[in-house]
């Protein structure tokens, strides 16, 4: 019996106290949280289904082991000849992999199991696993004769492997330590045999604390691994294996750096340890990987982003057939959720989420055609499925999903219909979440069914029909066969999906159209005068003998002063150099640089260009000089409303929409980009005021 201590004790204190104990009492009991016995009392549900027993509960949540008294008997002789262990196999690869990170370069396969106790097989096993983890990170590790085990890597790849290794398996066990120590509990020994309690504390709190300052919200998985991988500096520096290596030290100028070198000051007061500047600048990639940005700060920044998540919305439209194109609050929050995690994907940190194969199960369709999309619009980013999920959520959340809509219906046909064939249809709806239903039929009977009720047709033969597409696979279903049915899904989910998705219009009673009428009134009211705005100030600026592009950006800022638009022109420009500082605004493939800042000082929505005779050298969005011949201004106030949001970021996403419009914007010529503008406006009121 496979059992561990607190299990074997939860179970004796069932049967002696039958029906007594509540999770919260054994949790009261047993000085951990509720979450930990609920986990504990399923892995119980399986031992004592090895004794024909079921755990069940009382009418007050009382526990008890239902059963016969025989049954009851066996399972007590059972617990007392049972050697209880607390190492599940992860935890068990766990301190594998610490001791490979730790104690290197190289073991004996017979002291690692020695010190594990496990046997030299189960090693070779545990290693295989690791191998392949190991792997994903640049991380080679061998085995050779007369050597041992060598794993060969940089230090970053070891961290980034490392805490991710924490995330994906002791996550939960993580957040509750952290829980169990805010409520004044203390730990004798290291957080799962690794973590100095007071390290883990000391940065939770310091981390918690930088982060509220700077009113930056981080999901649940993005803070425990930003607390997962400061500790894991600590702990590394501390045993002697520094960071050495220079990681973009660009980042050393930016917002994130200043704020975790906060971090590394008040840790170094409090645990006596210093973090370098290496391992604050590899800390400030991991926060710029995770922050999750306010939806309204990233309206029209990320201009290729932007672009590129219209596409994708286009594309996933018409693959359901249904618009999702004119749902600006998609858009913005796939904007505010994507920045960090491109930039995460590109850097190569491994992204956990503990809902993928929920996600994957619950909206098969629409996760294919998500991820279609983004293998199309995101060619140089690979999106992992962790990911492809999480965007997932934000499409379902738009189509008002509480379970997916779209049932994909299956015709298996085989010689006779039989056989075989059960097996397939059984294998495919196992395998194959996407797949709704599976009917078998034979080649007689297909010959005469109707066709249109199918949407795939699977056959283990060659069909005798010319004019059938169909996809032969083998009668057992191989991993090849899967991948080809999930292949053709993906790539056909238009004309699968075709017509099964309806945007349903539910009746709106009387009274709710009386409340909306104001509000729509109020919208219109903010669209007019935002639009009328814009249009009655742009203006493109012709500069020349100008000194660098500041003095074009003090120039404008006191023409707009002058026209009432704005109150402090230093503030505001002050405002511009800051954003300018945080990353570069030249857009790459044009002449152009899209300064923009929002401000309190500004009194209404700006957009102006200033063409330059002579070129002035920025930096782009891709980090690269870039010489700007198009200054194009876009200031607004502090607070924005939905509606000016959106008409600023269809200025914003139309710089780059195409050659022509790239042309336009770069020419210089007003009357050009004027009329421009009026098409974007005209085009936004058809389609989002006049049609709603």
Not at 16 to 25: A, E, I, L, P, R
Not at 51 to 60: A, I, N, Q, V
Not at 102 to 126: C, D, M, N
Not at 201 to 227: C, F, M, P, T, W
Request: glycine fraction near 6%; charge should be negative; aromatic fraction near 8%.
């Amino acid at each position: 019996m496979f059992i561990t201590s607190r299990e074997k004790a939860i179970i004796e204190l069932i049967v002696k106290t039958s029906g007594k104990h509540t999770v919260n009492s054994l949790s009261s009991f047993m000085n951990v949280s509720g979450r930990t016995i609920q986990r504990n009392l399923k892995s119980i549900e399986g031992i004592l289904k090895q004794y024909h027993l079921e755990l069940k509960r009382t009418p007050g949540d009382g526990l008890f082991i239902d059963g016969k008294n025989e049954h009851i008997y066996r399972l007590i002789q059972g617990l007392s000849e049972a050697s209880p262990t607390d190492d599940t196999p992860e935890e068990r690869k766990l301190q594998l992999l610490i001791i490979l990170l730790h104690e290197g370069p190289s073991f004996k396969k017979q002291v690692l199991a020695r010190q594990l106790g496990i046997s030299v097989t189960t090693l070779g096993s545990y290693l295989d696993e690791l191998g392949d983890w190991l792997n994903k990170y640049s991380i080679t590790l061998t085995r050779k004769r007369g050597v041992g085990v060598e794993l060969v890597a940089d230090e970053a790849s070891k961290r980034h492997a490392l805490a991710s290794f924490f995330l994906v398996y002791f996550y939960e066990e993580i957040i509750e330590s952290l829980y169990l120590m805010q409520n004044g509990h203390s730990f004798q020994e290291p957080i799962l045999g690794f973590f100095p309690p007071g390290h883990l504390k000391a940065v939770h709190q310091s981390v918690g604390r930088q982060l509220s300052k700077e009113q930056l919200n981080l999901v649940d998985n993005d803070y425990i691994g930003l607390v997962v991988h400061v500790c894991l500096c600590i702990q590394r520096t501390h045993n002697g294996w520094p960071l050495t290596e220079k990681n973009d030290m660009e980042s050393r100028y930016s917002s994130e750096f200043k704020w975790m070198q906060e971090i590394a000051q008040e840790l170094k007061k409090v645990l006596s340890i210093r973090i370098s500047e290496a391992e604050i600048n590899f800390l400030t990639l991991i926060l710029k990987a995770s922050k999750v940005q306010e939806t309204d700060a990233v309206y029209y920044n990320s201009i290729f982003l932007g672009h590129l998540i219209k596409k994708v919305i286009k594309d996933v439209s018409t693959s359901l057939n249904v618009d999702l194109t004119d749902d600006f609050s998609l858009f913005q929050g796939l904007l505010a959720h994507m920045g960090p995690s491109t930039f995460r994907l590109k850097q190569q940190m491994e992204l956990f989420n503990p809902l993928t194969e929920e996600i994957k199960e619950k909206y098969p369709v629409l996760f294919l055609a998500v991820k279609n999309s983004l293998e199309t619009e995101f060619t140089d980013v690979d999106f992992p499925d962790a990911e492809v999920a999480y965007i997932v959520l934000h499409f379902g959340s738009a189509m008002l999903m509480n379970e997916e809509k779209v049932r994909i219906s299956a015709v298996v046909v085989c010689p006779t219909g039989i056989g075989a064939s059960k097996m397939l249809a059984s294998r495919i709806q196992k395998e194959l979440k996407m797949i709704h239903s599976v009917h078998i039929l034979s080649i007689a009977d297909f010959r005469t069914a109707n066709l249109s009720v199918y949407d795939i047709v699977i056959s283990t033969v060659r069909l005798p029909f010319t004019e059938v597409d169909y996809l032969l696979v083998n009668p057992l279903l191989s991993d090849k066969d899967i991948g080809i049915i999930e292949d053709y899904v993906q790539k056909n989910i238009e004309k699968i999906t075709r017509e099964k998705y309806m945007k349903p219009s539910p009746p709106e009673e009387e009274n709710v159209r009386t409340t909306e009428i104001r509000g729509l009134l109020q919208e219109i009211k903010d669209v007019h005068q935002s639009i009328e705005t814009i249009l009655d100030h742009f203006k493109v600026y012709r500069m020349s003998s100008v000194r660098s592009h500041h003095d074009v950006l003090q120039q404008m800022a006191e023409k707009a002063e002058e026209i009432g638009l704005m109150t402090d022109t230093a503030a505001v420009l002050t405002q511009l150099l800051k954003r300018e500082a945080k990353g570069g605004l030249g857009i790459p493939g044009t002449n152009m640089g899209l300064f923009h800042c929002r401000d309190e000082n500004v009194n209404g929505l700006l957009f102006q260009a200033a063409h330059l005779d002579q070129p002035c050298v920025i930096k782009g969005m891709d980090g690269k000089d870039l010489e700007m011949k198009s200054l194009l201004l876009m200031i607004a106030p502090e607070k924005l409303s939905k509606r000016e949001q959106e008409i600023l970021s269809i200025i914003s996403t139309s710089l780059i929409e195409d050659h022509a419009s790239m042309m336009i914007y770069s020419s210089g010529n007003e009357s050009m980009i004027y009329k421009k503008l009026e098409h974007l406006f005209l085009d936004y009121l058809q389609n989002n005021l006049i049609k709603e």
